[in-house]
């Protein structure tokens, strides 16, 4: 029978993939309002074409801050795909010092690595939400037609943030116990002796 322990585990195992996949899914979400956006921009200049084309007189139809939107769904679809992407092994890494060692020399550089990442990324997570914050408190908006808080879209930012942050400390964990982390898994075999082979070695 199995304890209490490997029970939490595994539930913690269930509920930190959700959390990864439903950041990718809203990233995908995201990536899909700025098609949305495009399409009905341009449908809008193919409609003023015509009319002017037909009437001589075109009728100034917009998309109201339609460039600004894109940038924010751009913005919140690149910070929330991150983690989704770490633990998809779709990050570059560097492995060419890798590659060259084995057992417990690469299981230490893993958790370097993975320590280092996890430092920044929760460096730059403490200073996204107080960047969305403060723009709360002082009532900062965007300067387009439509008026938009600026903590709405720095808030997606510091959520994808968040979660990358969880994400390596997970492959940290992971690294400690001698697993080999989600991101290693899932990268392509061939990855390595691509990069060697194109510089010759």
Same mark, same amino acid.
């Given at each position: 029978?199995?304890?209490?322990?490997?029970?939490?585990?595994?539930?913690?195992?269930?509920?930190?993939?959700?959390?990864?996949?439903?950041?990718?899914?809203?990233?995908?979400?995201?990536?899909?309002?700025?098609?949305?956006?495009?399409?009905?921009?341009?449908?809008?200049?193919?409609?003023?074409?015509?009319?002017?084309?037909?009437?001589?007189?075109?009728?100034?139809?917009?998309?109201?801050?339609?460039?600004?939107?894109?940038?924010? *769904?751009? !913005?919140?679809? #690149?910070?929330? =795909?991150?983690?989704? %992407?770490?633990? /998809?092994?779709?990050?570059?890494? &560097? @492995?060419?010092?890798?590659?060259?060692?084995?057992?417990?020399?690469?299981?230490?550089?893993?958790?370097?690595?993975?320590?280092?990442?996890?430092? *920044?990324? !929760?460096?730059? #997570?403490?200073? =996204?939400?107080?960047? %969305?914050?403060? /723009?709360?408190?002082?009532?900062? &908006? @965007?300067?387009?037609?439509?008026?938009?808080?600026?903590?709405?879209?720095?808030?997606?930012?510091?959520?994808?943030?968040?979660?990358?942050?969880?994400?390596? !400390?997970?492959?940290?964990f992971e690294a400690l116990r001698g697993e080999e982390p989600a991101y290693a898994k899932s990268a392509t075999?061939?990855?390595?002796?691509?990069?060697?082979?194109?510089?010759?070695?």
């Amino acid at each position: 029978m199995g304890g209490p322990i490997p029970f939490m585990k595994s539930h913690m195992r269930k509920f930190l993939d959700f959390l990864y996949r439903a950041s990718g899914v809203a990233a995908a979400a995201f990536l899909l309002a700025i098609c949305v956006v495009v399409l009905l921009q341009v449908g809008a200049n193919i409609i003023n074409s015509l009319v002017g084309w037909i009437t001589g007189t075109p009728i100034g139809l917009v998309v109201p801050s339609y460039a600004e939107f894109a940038g924010f *769904f751009l !913005a919140a679809s #690149s910070f929330l =795909a991150l983690a989704y %992407a770490l633990r /998809s092994g779709s990050h570059i890494r &560097v @492995s060419l010092i890798i590659q060259k060692v084995g057992g417990f020399p690469r299981r230490l550089i893993e958790l370097f690595c993975c320590a280092i990442g996890t430092a *920044f990324s !929760a460096y730059f #997570s403490y200073f =996204a939400v107080n960047l %969305a914050v403060e /723009s709360w408190q002082f009532g900062d &908006v @965007s300067p387009g037609m439509v008026v938009v808080p600026l903590w709405i879209p720095q808030i997606a930012m510091a959520v994808g943030l968040i979660v990358l942050t969880i994400s390596l !400390a997970d492959s940290f964990f992971e690294a400690l116990r001698g697993e080999e982390p989600a991101y290693a898994k899932s990268a392509t075999p061939d990855d390595d002796d691509a990069v060697a082979e194109s510089l010759g070695e």
